[in-house]
């Protein structure tokens, strides 16, 4: 969880065989998106600047925003969300680094641990990555077959 010292969220998983290209992709490959992040329909502009938005079906919900960084070769990969829904919340931003182990290491953030609703949404946040990152690896993994 977020600390005072630590404003943000983090989140590691391992893809074993992936490369941090092929890790990076599956954010941003709607098909990929659609198949580990719930179902979600992904219109993105691959590129630092270009949209990232993600519409959630089941929850008649869009979280939309922007490429903040975005480098395949290297696995970085960044954006940041809001919900269109919600717009009394704060926008997060998500960082994705990728190592040539094919470790995930994602964060996201800033939370103000003074508020209880940054509190109660980081824990739900990280609740929601520990979930969705697994299915993520299983995704690569499963493209490499």
Not at 9 to 18: I, Q
Not at 20 to 46: C, I, K, Q
Not at 72 to 100: C, I
Not at 110 to 126: G, P, W
């Amino acid at each position: 969880m977020p600390t005072a010292t630590d404003p943000w969220l983090r989140v590691t998983v391992e893809v074993p065989g992936a490369t941090p290209s092929e890790v990076v992709g599956a954010f941003l490959d709607p098909a990929a998106v659609r198949r580990w992040w719930g179902g979600a329909e992904l219109t993105v502009e691959p590129e630092i600047g270009g949209r990232y938005v993600a519409y959630f079906d089941r929850l008649g919900q869009t979280m939309r925003g922007v490429v903040t960084d975005l480098d395949q070769a290297t696995g970085r990969f960044g954006f940041s969300w809001a919900w269109d829904h919600a717009p009394e919340l704060p926008a997060r931003r998500v960082d994705v680094n990728v190592d040539a182990g094919a470790v995930l290491r994602l964060a996201q953030g800033d939370y103000d641990q003074s508020s209880r609703i940054d509190r109660d949404e980081a824990r739900s946040h990280r609740e929601g990555w520990e979930f969705f990152l697994p299915r993520l690896a299983e995704v690569v993994i499963a493209q490499q077959s």
